[in-house]
Structures are given as C-alpha cells and as structure tokens.
C-alpha cells in the first residue's frame, strides 16, 4: 500500500468517531495497553505533558510545544482530529510524521491490528508514541480524544495533567451534567502528578480538588494565578496582551509582562493563563525555559506548530474567517469575537454533525446574519436541509446548500467588500475550507 491507501485502510478498517460517533469508541483502555505492549511500551521512554478539557485543549498543546521547540527541546505533538492530512495529528517540532513512516508502521503492525481489533483513534495513539520513541523526543504534547478517564492517551504517566476548562459537549458519552463530564476529564490525573486547571469554579471545582485530594496531587487553577488583558491591537495578525501574575504559585520573575499571540481570537487570553501556568510547573521539572522562548514561541505558534482553523483569516474581500468552535461555549467565544470586528453584514457558512443536541447553540447564534447551511463530507453530518429547518425555528434565516465549498462560493458571492463571511459550525466544516 502507498501512503493514500494506508490512509484509506485506516479510515475503512476501523471505527471511526469522526465518522461514525459514538459507536467508534471503545470504553476501555485494554486495546491500547496491549498495542502498546506489543511495541514495547514506547510511552515509557520519553516524558508527556497531558492536556484535556472541552475547549482549547488544541490550542493550549500547540501553544506548550511552540515554546519547548524554542527552547531547545525536541518536541513532539499528538493532537486530533486533523483538518486536512491525518499526519497532522503527529508531529515533531512542528514537522509532520513522514508519509513512508505511517505506510511501515501499518505494514509492519498489520497482524496486529487485524488481531486486535482496534478503533482507529487507538492505532493512531500507539502510531504516535511508537514514532515518538523512536525518533528520541525529549517530551510530547500529548492532547486527549475525549473525556480523559477512558480516553486512549491515559494510559501515560505525564510530568504534568491539565485540564483546560469543563462544557457540555459530548454529553452521551461523558455525562449530561458538568461534574459528571469534569469527573471524566479529571481522570487524567495521576498520583502524585501536579495539575493545571485553566478555569473551574462551584461543583466542578470541587471535582477536581477533591480528585487532586485523592491523588496526592498539587493543584493550581490558572485563572486564579494571572490577569491576561488585551491591549490596543494595531496589528490584527497578533494578539497583544498584557500580563500580570497575581498569586504566590505565578511566576516571581518578571509578575508583569507583555506579550504578543498570533492567535488572535478573544478566546485565547484564558488558554493563555493556562499555559502560563503550566510553563511554570514544566521549569520545575528541569526544562530551562527562560521569558524569552515564552515571548518568541507564543507570537509564532502557527509557523512553528502548523495549528489551523482557530480564529483564521482565509482570505479577503470579503474577509473570510473560520473557526472550529462547535459546542456551546465554543461558540459563544466565537460570537465574542465578532463583537471587536466592524462590517456591515454577517454571512455564515454553518454545518453541524446529526448526533449532538444543537439547540442551545442555534439558540444564541445572531438572527441578523445570513446563513449558509451546509453538511461536511462525514457519515455523522446533519443534513443541510435538517439544519435549515431546525434553524427557521429559532428565527435565523438562509439557504441550504450540497456541499461547503459551495455554501462558501455562495456567501463569498454575495458579501461585499464591507461584509464579513464566517465559516464554523463544525470542526468537520472547517476542515473543508483551510
């Protein structure tokens, strides 16, 4: 097999969440412990960052690796899913895993997968820490699937857990209440492992206090540790905050700072705290990171990293955005955004998969904006003509359309150069158009 027909085996072989939703999921962790048995246990070989968390979680992995490679440090990062190539999901300071790397590692481990039995996220995780291993990362930026607890990366022992934040997304699989799904994602701290929560307060607090507490493990929650405030934005391809650390656990060196992000949605001040954080506990563990590959790493995250589809301008006239929000909170942050840019008119180019309850989301969106229904190219995508009309009913008013890219030549078409044309909905969608 070459590497398009690698791909396509994994893709058709196993189950798929991106495709196929809940029934790809495998509820325990047994098929990746033997995986990784049979390949000699790579994830012991190298030390793990481990992040989970509804939303942000991608952009806060990318964020820790973009500092560590400016570091010194050689770097990997497991993220998913991938917008355009599935060799996305597995990079080392910010390269790609090889395509003849993926061919061999299917090759070679064929027997085993057919014996196993795996879900294709599980093969991806043994094929990233296998490649890892190998090539002598000094850490990896190891980013969830789902939830935590059962989630196929938890099978690694991390110099650091963090957690990102708590939001109902996922709810038939993680629970339909924020303590049920903060329970989940709590469970990827390990005894004795310090861990970092980006923002969590009432019962979810206590989640993970009380999960820390049962662990012996240390626990900051970045919000508490810094103030992150957005300054005069004269350049829009950066973000420049200003910073100041406002609890005994922030950093002492240097408590106020500024700092430029070329990740510039809104959004991104509270991932910001978390990797602030999280950077502190990293140097405590011996890595020299000084401010300086703090400053460089953060206002080149995308160069350095390759991370897409947050916040990203695609193109001009009509300026052209995408974002891969998809739950409730993450859209929210979108609709934030939208506030601190000025045009005339919105078009919104939207899609959403069939298996989640989108009603709450089709409930705030702006009933002003002309919508573009669509339906990413995926099993799990809800029709265009369902999502109209489910749309219609809470006011918000478009047409529907065969595909994204047609959606996206249609609002393109019909936006002036005062316009703005939005493209989300679905991480699905995006990946369509980047």
């Not at 947050?310 to 955005?321: D, E, L, V």
Request: proline share 3%; charged share 20%.
């Amino acid at each position: 097999m070459d590497y398009t027909q690698t791909v396509e085996y994994l893709y058709s072989r196993l189950p798929m969440f991106s495709r196929q939703g809940a029934a790809a999921i495998k509820k325990d962790l047994h098929n990746t412990v033997v995986l990784c048995e049979k390949l000699g246990n790579p994830h012991n070989l190298f030390k793990t960052i481990h992040v989970a968390g509804t939303n942000g979680k991608g952009s806060v992995s990318h964020m820790l690796a973009a500092v560590l490679q400016l570091a010194g440090y050689k770097t990997g990062l497991y993220t998913s899913p991938h917008l355009r190539d599935f060799r996305e999901r597995i990079r080392i300071n910010g390269e790609m895993i090889p395509e003849e790397t993926v061919v061999s590692f299917v090759q070679e481990q064929q027997g085993l997968i057919e014996e196993v039995d795996p879900s294709f996220f599980e093969v991806t995780v043994a094929m990233a820490f296998d490649f890892f291993a190998r090539q002598n990362v000094d850490i990896a930026i190891i980013e969830t699937g789902l939830g935590g607890r059962l989630d196929s990366t938890n099978i690694i022992r991390p110099i650091l857990s963090v957690i990102t934040n708590i939001g109902f997304d996922h709810v038939a699989i993680l629970g339909d209440t924020l303590p049920l799904i903060a329970s989940e994602k709590a469970g990827i701290i390990k005894p004795g492992i310090p861990v970092v929560v980006g923002e969590a307060t009432g019962e979810v607090k206590q989640v993970f206090l009380e999960k820390a507490a049962l662990e012996q493990s240390t626990i900051c929650f970045a919000s508490e540790d810094w103030v992150v405030d957005t300054e005069e934005q004269p350049n829009e391809e950066l973000l420049q905050l200003r910073i100041a650390g406002i609890s005994p656990s922030a950093s002492t060196e240097e408590p106020n700072f500024h700092l430029c992000l070329d990740l510039t949605g809104s959004y991104q001040i509270k991932n910001v705290k978390t990797v602030l954080s999280a950077i502190d506990l990293i140097r405590n563990n011996g890595f020299n990171i000084t401010r300086q590959h703090l400053y460089s790493g953060l206002r080149q995250v995308t160069k350095l990293t390759g991370l897409m589809g947050r916040w990203q301008t695609i193109s001009h006239n009509p300026r052209t955005i995408c974002d891969t929000g998809h739950n409730e909170d993450g859209i929210r942050e979108v609709l934030s955004n939208l506030k601190r840019l000025q045009y005339q008119q919105l078009h919104f180019v939207i899609g959403m998969v069939k298996d989640k309850d989108i009603s709450k989301v089709l409930s705030i969106l702006p009933d002003q904006a002309i919508y573009y229904f669509c339906a990413p190219d995926i099993e799990r995508a809800k029709s265009a003509v369902s999502l109209r009309e489910e749309a219609l009913e809470v006011g918000l008013n478009g047409s529907a359309y065969k595909s994204v890219r047609e959606a996206l030549l249609a609002a393109q078409k019909n936006a002036t150069a005062a316009d703005l044309v939005l493209v989300g909905g679905s991480t699905f969608v995006v990946a369509e158009v980047i």
